[in-house]
């Protein structure tokens, strides 16, 4: 058990809906970091928050936008869903704001669009 | 922007075989690290290298940094059913501050 929690553990939804995924971080670590992986892209870097703020972005879509809050657990939410967003979403953590950090990841949140 | 290639993609091999990933770069790294993901499961971290030329073990496992800190590899001995699963490299991205991951190794061991 990595200690990070991601709820749902799976959702299905149809196109042009909205969804909110959750993540708390290990006990202790700051940073909180989200990954899409999808079966012909691998494991895509989204967006990392730190401390509350926004520290770092990938290949994040303007459908999609995520926050962290004052207890340190995230949310990711999608809107506008396309069946291309069907993917796994994770979770990750880390104590410092460095991303040269080892990455503790969740057990991630299926998601279908249909 | 930095590109981090794995091959093979997918590996099929006999329990008690050898198996080999390798893992390349486009830039130069100021660390690699390995993960492991199990079928269903989520990336769990093996073991982070730092230093040029660097060769850490751990237990049938080996993990390699080349010279040029561009290039790594993990090496298996004798697999067992336990190390099915896909194998991931990641190096730091200076650019968008954030770990890039390699395409993966799926490892298939026949029992």
Redesign the interface.
């Known amino acids: 058990d990595?200690g990070v929690t991601q709820t749902p553990k799976h959702l299905i939804t149809a196109t042009g809906q909205r969804v909110t995924l959750r993540c708390s971080p290990r006990s202790g670590d700051l940073s909180v970091?989200w990954?899409q992986q999808s079966l012909d892209q691998?494991?895509q870097?989204l967006i990392?928050y730190y401390n509350g703020e926004e520290?770092?972005?990938?290949n994040i879509l303007e459908r999609f936008s995520a926050q962290q809050f004052p207890d340190l657990h995230s949310e990711l939410n999608l809107s506008s869903l396309e069946l291309g967003d069907s993917a796994l979403y994770?979770c990750a953590s880390t104590p410092g704001s460095s991303?040269?950090s080892?990455?503790?990841?969740?057990?991630?949140t299926r998601l279908t669009v249909t | 922007g930095q590109q981090v290639m794995q091959i093979p993609q997918y590996q099929h091999v006999q329990e008690g075989e050898d198996f080999t990933t390798y893992c390349n770069s486009s830039t130069t790294l100021s660390n690699i690290q390995w993960y492991k993901q199990r079928p269903g499961g989520h990336p769990v971290f093996l073991i982070q290298l730092v230093k040029s030329g660097e060769v850490k073990k751990q237990k049938r496992l080996t993990f390699q940094f080349g010279e040029a800190k561009k290039n790594s590899s993990l090496h298996i001995t004798a697999t067992q059913t336990t190390d099915v699963g896909t194998y991931f490299c990641a190096g730091p991205d200076t650019g968008r501050r954030a770990l890039t991951f390699g395409s993966g190794t799926r490892l298939q061991v026949q029992p």
Do not use: D, I, M, V
């Open positions: 990595s970091y990954y691998g494991l870097f990392q520290r770092a972005k990938g994770f991303y040269n080892p990455l503790h990841f969740g057990n991630g």
